[in-house]
T-cell receptor
């Protein structure tokens, strides 16, 4: 993706924790989204961070540091159904409203 | 109830043909989008309409023409299809139209286009 970097693939075992990092060029970025996409399906919204810090939603948490251009998605107590691609994306204040740029996605493989 | 629906789900066609993909949302959202996801899984914005007005028009060939007859529908017509157009096309919608604000986008199931 344009100016957004995330690892290509991560593997973890059921019940473990995985942290997916995302870095981006800070200039003009206006918050960061995380979406989950199972193979052959549509992306679904997980979280949106606009302020620095950690936001927790059940087993999933997302963190943002705007000054460092860094975000991560933390998946706890991994389940087999968490095997999916996780897309990091954001919008720039200099772009048209609603325009999001996404990273290439991180494929998370959960093994038994 | 389906929130964002697209038809067809699969589309297989020959090079040079013209085809359309339709999208409808029943969420009452003001903004709709077309994305292209290629084989490398990059999800790229193509177009966006807000209340039937074009607001995002990325650098795509002019063979691609969106049309929004009303704010619940956004169709995509593609002329003279090429091999490189093979991809999954996602429609999405979101609420609101405020500057510097972002809302969750709801994606349709996707249309897998294969050009032979």
């Amino acid at each position: 993706g344009q100016n957004i970097d995330q690892p290509t693939e991560m593997t973890a075992t059921e019940g473990a924790i995985v942290q997916i990092n995302c870095t981006y060029q800070t200039s003009g970025f206006n918050g960061l989204f995380w979406y989950q996409q199972h193979a052959g399906e549509a992306p679904t919204f997980l979280s949106y961070n606009v302020l620095d810090g950690l936001e927790e939603k059940g087993r999933f948490s997302s963190f943002l540091s705007r000054s460092k251009g860094y975000s991560y998605l933390l998946l706890k107590e991994l389940q087999m159904k968490d095997s999916a691609s996780y897309l990091c994306g954001g919008g720039r204040t200099t772009d048209s409203w609603g325009k999001l740029q996404f990273g290439a996605g991180t494929q998370v493989v959960v093994t038994p | 109830d389906t929130a964002v629906s697209q038809t067809p789900k699969y589309l297989v066609t020959q090079m040079g043909n013209d085809k359309s993909i339709k999208c409808e949302q029943n969420l009452g959202h003001d903004t709709m989008y077309w994305y292209k996801q290629d084989s490398k899984k990059f999800l790229k914005i193509m177009f966006s309409y807000n209340n039937k007005e074009l607001i995002i028009n990325e650098t795509v060939p002019n063979r691609f023409s969106p049309k929004s007859p009303d704010k619940a529908h956004l169709n995509l017509h593609i002329n003279s299809l090429e091999l490189g157009d093979s991809a999954v096309y996602f429609c999405a919608s979101s609420q609101g139209s405020g500057l510097d604000s972002y809302n969750e986008q709801f994606f349709g199931p996707g249309t897998r286009l294969t050009v032979l």
